[in-house]
């Protein structure tokens, strides 16, 4: 029996990347039993566009100018598809099928594989990002996407894209550029999202209210966490764009902007990032200040209290004399001694700028 660790027939209980890089999320996309598989596809041909049965896709291969795949919580139909019917290499196949962990690409005759991510803002307290796995195979003529969740924006710019004359360059790897093109162009949105999230957290910090305050710091450090993540995925994916822009020059131009929006993507994660760090270190140490203003106060009180603690003390022993106790005027001339001690720390402790 191999010693590799058996892979799993879908891509995972969620099918989605959780932007930590570990384990799936709950929560944080579609769980593969939650739907069927489904097997869009959509072709280009004498200037129409009409959709076909999966059935029929070996012979729109052939005779369509353009043909686009969408595989929907990949499973058997989609392993037929990948591998019987595009023959693409079986670790494709396996990368199309399996959840990963960071963007990749893949470049093989004619085409190549992507993983990509699309990122979301989960609803909600507390305010959560997530990032889902999309995959992107092209060849000559066609592209496939895999995917676990919705993703409407896609689907909506290759529909449009189908709709409209040839482009510059070859048509699936124009296919691929304009779905890349879209999930780079959702992460700004998302990111602005979480900067208002933390902004409204940041408004929820207050020190005088602690309790309520934990539950606005612990939000916080997990937006930050979730801010890290994205960054680590968006500068891989950076990359795998600028490679696909070295490898496909006739896109190379128009895969460069797309790797300007991911680097806007990643400073704007870093702004956010160095915005909710900064909230989180305003908040200590305003929390510390009011800590210190407390622990004075404390300090002061025990210095007035000190010396009287001690003079009702001895004054309190049960002693069958104490100087004083016959004297009619002792009780205030006790209460002046004391008068003096509290007028002696008072000076002392306002020379050394505690009170």
Same mark, same amino acid.
């Given at each position: 029996?191999?010693?590799?660790?058996?892979?799993?027939? /879908?891509?995972?209980?969620?099918?989605?990347?959780?932007?930590?890089?570990?384990?799936?999320?709950?929560?944080?996309?579609?769980?593969?039993?939650?739907?069927?598989?489904?097997?869009?596809?959509?072709? #280009?041909?004498?200037? #129409?566009? =009409?959709?076909?049965?999966?059935?029929?896709?070996?012979?729109?291969?052939?005779?369509?100018?353009?043909? =686009?795949?969408?595989?929907? @919580?990949?499973? %058997?139909?989609?392993?037929?598809?990948?591998?019987?019917?595009?023959?693409?290499?079986?670790?494709?196949?396996?990368?199309?099928?399996?959840?990963? @962990?960071?963007?990749?690409?893949?470049?093989?005759?004619?085409?190549?594989?992507?993983?990509?991510?699309?990122?979301?803002?989960?609803?909600?307290?507390?305010?959560?990002?997530?990032?889902?796995?999309?995959?992107?195979?092209?060849?000559?003529?066609?592209?496939?996407?895999?995917?676990?969740?919705?993703?409407?924006?896609?689907?909506? #710019?290759?529909?449009?894209?189908?709709?409209?004359?040839?482009?510059?360059?070859?048509? $699936?790897?124009?296919? +691929?550029?304009?779905?890349?093109?879209?999930?780079?162009? /959702?992460?700004?949105?998302?990111?602005?999202?979480?900067?208002?999230?933390?902004?409204?957290?940041?408004?929820?910090?207050?020190?005088?209210? %602690?309790?309520?305050?934990?539950?606005?710091?612990?939000?916080?450090?997990?937006?930050?966490?979730?801010?890290?993540?994205?960054?680590?995925?968006?500068? +891989?994916?950076?990359?795998?764009?600028?490679?696909?822009?070295?490898?496909?020059?006739?896109? #190379?131009?128009?895969?460069?902007?797309?790797?300007?929006?991911?680097?806007?993507?990643?400073?704007?994660?870093?702004?956010?990032?160095?915005?909710?760090?900064?909230?989180? %270190?305003?908040?200590?140490?305003?929390?510390?200040?009011?800590?210190?203003?407390?622990? @004075?106060?404390?300090?002061?009180?025990?210095?007035?209290?000190?010396?009287?603690?001690?003079?009702?003390?001895?004054? $309190?022993?049960?002693?069958?004399?104490?100087?004083?106790?016959?004297?009619?005027?002792?009780?205030?001339?006790?209460?002046?001694?004391?008068?003096?001690?509290?007028?002696?720390?008072?000076?002392?402790?306002?020379?050394?700028?505690?009170?």
């Amino acid at each position: 029996m191999s010693g590799r660790p058996e892979k799993r027939s /879908g891509r995972g209980y969620l099918g989605v990347w959780d932007p930590t890089g570990g384990e799936a999320r709950r929560g944080s996309g579609l769980p593969i039993e939650g739907g069927a598989e489904q097997v869009n596809v959509l072709v #280009r041909a004498g200037g #129409r566009v =009409w959709g076909v049965d999966s059935e029929r896709l070996p012979e729109a291969l052939q005779e369509s100018e353009m043909v =686009w795949i969408d595989l929907v @919580r990949p499973r %058997e139909r989609a392993r037929v598809i990948l591998g019987e019917v595009l023959r693409l290499n079986p670790l494709t196949v396996e990368d199309c099928l399996s959840p990963l @962990r960071m963007p990749k690409v893949d470049l093989f005759d004619g085409g190549a594989f992507i993983a990509g991510f699309a990122a979301r803002v989960e609803g909600g307290e507390p305010v959560r990002l997530s990032a889902m796995e999309v995959d992107l195979v092209f060849g000559e003529r066609w592209l496939v996407t895999v995917r676990d969740g919705p993703l409407e924006e896609v689907r909506s #710019r290759i529909e449009e894209r189908l709709g409209s004359p040839a482009g510059i360059g070859a048509p $699936g790897a124009e296919l +691929a550029y304009c779905a890349l093109d879209t999930l780079v162009d /959702g992460h700004l949105p998302v990111l602005v999202q979480a900067a208002t999230a933390a902004e409204r957290l940041e408004s929820a910090l207050d020190p005088s209210h %602690e309790r309520a305050s934990l539950g606005a710091l612990e939000n916080l450090i997990s937006m930050k966490r979730d801010l890290q993540a994205f960054r680590r995925l968006a500068v +891989a994916q950076q990359e795998v764009i600028r490679r696909l822009g070295r490898s496909f020059r006739e896109q #190379r131009d128009y895969l460069s902007d797309v790797s300007d929006n991911q680097r806007e993507a990643v400073d704007m994660a870093d702004a956010t990032r160095d915005y909710v760090d900064g909230a989180i %270190e305003a908040y200590r140490m305003r929390r510390d200040e009011r800590s210190e203003l407390g622990i @004075r106060r404390l300090t002061v009180l025990a210095a007035l209290l000190g010396p009287l603690s001690v003079l009702a003390g001895w004054y $309190g022993v049960n002693f069958k004399y104490l100087p004083g106790q016959d004297n009619p005027a002792g009780f205030w001339v006790f209460i002046a001694v004391q008068l003096v001690f509290v007028l002696v720390s008072a000076l002392y402790l306002h020379r050394r700028g505690l009170l």
